[in-house]
């Protein structure tokens, strides 16, 4: 298992950029790096979407409305994920989840293949 901690969330105009971060602290896992991470989001009464993944490749994936304007990275020293989000718009709001898969390299965009979640933090883009 992993504990998962977000940072970084709050209000924006269109336009301008948020860097959320998510702290790994692990218990049973792998080693950090070698697993499947991803950054999700959910909206109420909606269901939760995969943002971007992270795989213990290396390798990044991003649903088609982020592509270009967001970018995630990895902190090996540090244990720690970010979510580089620019060019914001309104319909990126959400509560964005930092979330691990440590069973797996590879990462799917299905929230149910995610054994560990952190408690979210809130994104808001409004002018």
């Known amino acids: 298992q992993v504990h998962l901690v977000e940072s970084g969330g709050g209000s924006v105009q269109p336009g301008g950029s948020l860097r959320l971060s998510c702290a790994v602290t692990?218990?049973?896992?792998?080693?950090?790096?070698?697993?499947?991470m991803a950054w999700f989001r959910q909206v109420t009464g909606k269901e939760r979407e995969a943002v971007a993944t992270f795989n213990g490749y290396g390798r990044e994936r991003y649903r088609d409305s982020v592509k270009g304007r967001f970018a995630v990275s990895k902190d090996n020293a540090g244990n720690t994920l970010y979510l580089q989000m620019n060019s914001l718009k309104p319909e990126d709001t959400g509560l964005y989840y930092c979330?691990?898969?440590?069973?797996?390299?590879?990462?799917?965009?299905?929230?149910?293949?995610?054994?560990?979640w952190g408690q979210g933090t809130q994104v808001t883009v409004s002018s």
């Open positions: 979330a691990a898969e440590i069973q797996s390299r590879l990462c799917g965009f299905d929230p149910g293949r995610f054994e560990n």
């Open positions: 692990e218990y049973v896992a792998p080693p950090y790096g070698t697993y499947c």
